[in-house]
């Protein structure tokens, strides 16, 4: 319990590095079954005695780090141990006879020694430290009910998780593990953490991950990260905005020369080789349009309707963040959902507009600024 605690204070210094969005109590839960065999860690061999097993985790990560979780755990009695007194005590003839229920914590070593970039890794380790009660059912022999049995466990692992698609929605772990019966036993002259009151868990599981309000189902980073000195010189300037004496204004008045006739000025202007060009950018991560970047998207639907002999090219681009697949996706998404609210919102023809993404761009000195969506007019007559 020690040394779970100490790797969790470890976990959250280290992750105080690592800047990721703020997240709801709700955002990054995930749920897995899991199952396969267990058996004796000393004195049997494996296969012969070993039993089946499965489980349900529910677990929330509270960072990139560190995960806390509960867990329960049913032990199928499909061998016997023979012993007496062995060390799930004695053999039961129930189909469950042991059940486990807990507590865990883990430690992502991915993100702890190599960083979180943003998006899960598709391979990467975690360690498992837990506790929990152990429950033994008991049944009948020589015509006596035996007493079920109520004690407690530790347990020390590995998570191995192949986290899988786009969307790393899924993920699919083996999960090896050893267990300590941590009660009294015939054997008094053992110590708890002893290799003949343990266990050897070798499970698989499947997670499901839950999606978050960040519209992804894992954590994704912020946008900006502010030092102390940016916080520092925004505070001084609002102080400073406080302590300005309120400017006095000279209104004065404006008599109006009135033009008895007007002219005309009639300006001829030839489009025919003119192009425009407009922005709409995007959120990282993200290919949405939001309100504030509608009426970019509006102004370039309005021009094409009064001028039917224009067209556009959009074309998409990506910040330098995450993998070059991301980014292509990314890139192609935003030049389509451009295109496609031209079409399905505003009516404009499909065969108007060529839309294409470019994957990275490096048109803006800021990185964040070149996940945009460049749209150019040309002008027609």
Same mark, same amino acid.
């Given at each position: 319990?020690?040394?779970a605690?100490?790797?969790?204070?470890?976990?959250?210094?280290?992750?105080?590095?690592?800047?990721?969005?703020?997240?709801? *109590?709700?955002?990054?839960?995930? /749920?897995? /079954?899991?199952?396969?065999a267990?058996?004796?860690?000393?004195?049997?061999?494996?296969?012969?005695?070993?039993?089946?097993?499965?489980?349900?985790?529910?677990?929330?990560?509270?960072?990139s780090v560190?995960? =806390?979780?509960v867990e329960?755990?049913?032990?199928?009695?499909?061998?016997?141990w023979?012993?007496?007194?062995?060390?799930?005590?004695?053999?039961?003839?129930?189909? *469950?006879?042991?059940?486990?229920?807990?507590?865990?914590?883990?430690?992502?070593?991915?993100n702890?020694?190599?960083?979180?970039?943003?998006?899960?890794?598709?391979i990467?380790?975690?360690?498992? /430290?837990?506790?929990?009660?152990?429950?033994?059912?008991?049944?009948v022999?020589?015509?006596?009910?035996?007493p079920?049995? +109520?004690?407690w466990?530790?347990?020390?692992?590995?998570n191995?998780?192949?986290?899988?698609?786009?969307?790393?929605a899924?993920?699919?772990? =083996?999960?090896?593990?050893?267990?300590?019966?941590?009660?009294?036993?015939?054997?008094?002259?053992?110590?708890?953490?002893?290799a003949n009151?343990?266990?050897?868990?070798?499970?698989?599981?499947?997670?499901?991950?839950?999606?978050?309000?960040?519209?992804?189902h894992?954590?994704t /980073?912020?946008?900006?990260?502010?030092?102390?000195?940016d916080?520092?010189?925004?505070?001084?300037?609002?102080n400073?905005?406080?302590?300005?004496?309120?400017?006095?204004?000279v209104?004065?008045?404006?008599?109006?020369?009135?033009?008895e006739?007007?002219? +005309?000025?009639?300006?001829?202007?030839?489009?025919s080789s003119?192009? =425009?060009?407009?922005?709409?950018f *995007?959120?990282?991560?993200?290919?949405?349009?939001t309100a504030?970047?509608?009426?970019?998207?509006?102004?370039?639907a309005? *021009?094409?309707?009064?001028?039917?002999?224009s067209?556009?090219?959009?074309?998409?681009?990506?910040?330098?963040?995450?993998?070059?697949?991301?980014n292509?996706?990314?890139?192609?998404?935003?030049?389509?959902?451009?295109?496609?609210?031209?079409?399905?919102?505003?009516?404009?023809?499909?065969?108007?507009?060529?839309?294409?993404g470019?994957?990275?761009?490096?048109?803006f000195?800021?990185?964040?600024?070149?996940?945009?969506?460049v749209?150019?007019?040309?002008v027609?007559k």
């Open positions: 319990m020690i040394i605690i100490m790797m969790a204070f470890v976990a959250a210094q280290v992750q105080a590095q690592v800047t990721v969005k703020g997240s709801k *109590f709700s955002d990054n839960w995930s /749920l897995t /079954l899991k199952g396969g267990v058996s004796p860690f000393q004195g049997y061999s494996f296969w012969p005695h070993a039993r089946g097993i499965w489980g349900v985790e529910l677990r929330k990560q509270v960072t560190l995960g =806390l979780g329960g755990e049913w032990t199928v009695n499909t061998s016997s023979n012993e007496a007194y062995s060390v799930w005590a004695p053999h039961s003839k129930n189909i *469950f006879d042991h059940q486990l229920v807990g507590a865990f914590g883990t430690i992502n070593f991915a702890w020694f190599m960083g979180y970039k943003g998006v899960p890794r598709t990467d380790v975690e360690g498992v /430290l837990g506790a929990g009660w152990w429950h033994a059912y008991k049944t022999e020589n015509g006596v009910k035996l079920d049995e +109520n004690s466990y530790t347990k020390a692992g590995l191995i998780n192949f986290n899988l698609g786009e969307s790393k899924w993920t699919i772990a =083996l999960k090896p593990a050893v267990v300590w019966y941590m009660g009294a036993g015939a054997k008094q002259n053992t110590t708890a953490f002893n009151r343990a266990m050897v868990e070798m499970e698989a599981g499947l997670t499901y991950h839950f999606a978050n309000s960040n519209g992804e894992y954590m /980073l912020c946008d900006k990260q502010y030092t102390q000195a916080i520092d010189a925004l505070n001084a300037e609002i400073a905005l406080r302590a300005r004496k309120p400017e006095t204004k209104v004065e008045k404006v008599v109006e020369k009135v033009v006739k007007p002219v +005309n000025v009639e300006k001829v202007v030839d489009n003119k192009s =425009l060009e407009t922005n709409v *995007f959120a990282q991560g993200k290919s949405v349009v504030a970047q509608m009426p970019n998207v509006e102004r370039v309005t *021009f094409l309707k009064n001028n039917p002999g067209t556009v090219v959009i074309r998409g681009y990506a910040s330098p963040e995450g993998s070059r697949e991301i292509e996706r990314l890139a192609n998404a935003r030049a389509n959902v451009v295109r496609d609210l031209l079409v399905n919102k505003y009516k404009i023809a499909a065969k108007r507009i060529d839309a294409a470019l994957g990275v761009g490096d048109m000195s800021e990185p964040d600024w070149n996940r945009v969506s749209c150019t007019i040309n027609g």
